[in-house]
């Protein structure tokens, strides 16, 4: 098997009475196109104050992207001291192994649905509770699970009804998964964002 290729779709809404969302997207290729590190961040609050977090965390995010996810979590929580802080989710998927590894500080929904029958046909990010730039966040691990064609990763914010994934047709093509999810299940009071990324 080649490498596998990723598909991207992302989607979002802005929290009523507000200019800028708090949310904010990573979708950023290394190592010559070997990997990729894709990120779901929730600037706690709304307005300029929380986009502002999220792009520190972005701008963290994108300046050490072969980092390791605990080590990389870690670097935004410093960076992030005095501000908003964030929750967030993130996958670093390596495209010539069909692997990926995923960490989550906060509530940004991660799901992957396999399509081929290998392991569970679906499995959820186990996230751990916190703010990245608040109080002590502990040891951070990542997990590991195989990425093969065909398969979905889905992050989401909270401004995503969680039972987003119910009933989804997953065999959707990226951008139009991640529209159809902002378009049925915002919770229209906040913030939303989702990113889909299709493995093929």
Not at 45 to 56: C, I, N, Q, T
Request: net charge negative.
């Amino acid at each position: 098997m080649g490498p596998l290729s990723l598909e991207f779709g992302i989607a979002g809404s802005v929290a009523p009475g507000q200019r800028v969302s708090g949310d904010l997207e990573v979708v950023h290729f290394y190592d010559r196109g070997g990997g990729v590190i894709v990120a779901a961040i929730d600037g706690i609050g709304h307005g300029e104050e929380a986009a502002a977090s999220a792009r520190l965390a972005a701008d963290t995010i994108l300046r050490h992207p072969q980092e390791k996810l605990g080590i990389l979590l870690m670097r935004c929580h410093v960076a992030l001291r005095g501000t908003r802080g964030v929750v967030l989710s993130m996958a670093s998927i390596d495209l010539r192994q069909g692997t990926m590894s995923w960490l989550g500080i906060g509530n940004v929904v991660g799901i992957v649905y396999h399509a081929n029958g290998h392991g569970p046909p679906r499995e959820e990010l186990l996230v751990r509770p916190g703010v990245l730039g608040y109080g002590d966040l502990g040891v951070l691990q990542a997990s590991a699970i195989p990425l093969r064609p065909r398969d979905v990763l889905i992050f989401a914010t909270d401004g995503i009804n969680r039972h987003f994934s119910e009933g989804l047709a997953y065999g959707a093509s990226a951008q139009p998964l991640a529209d159809y999810i902002v378009a049925h299940h915002s919770q229209r009071n906040d913030d939303a964002l989702v990113v889909v990324a299709r493995a093929s």
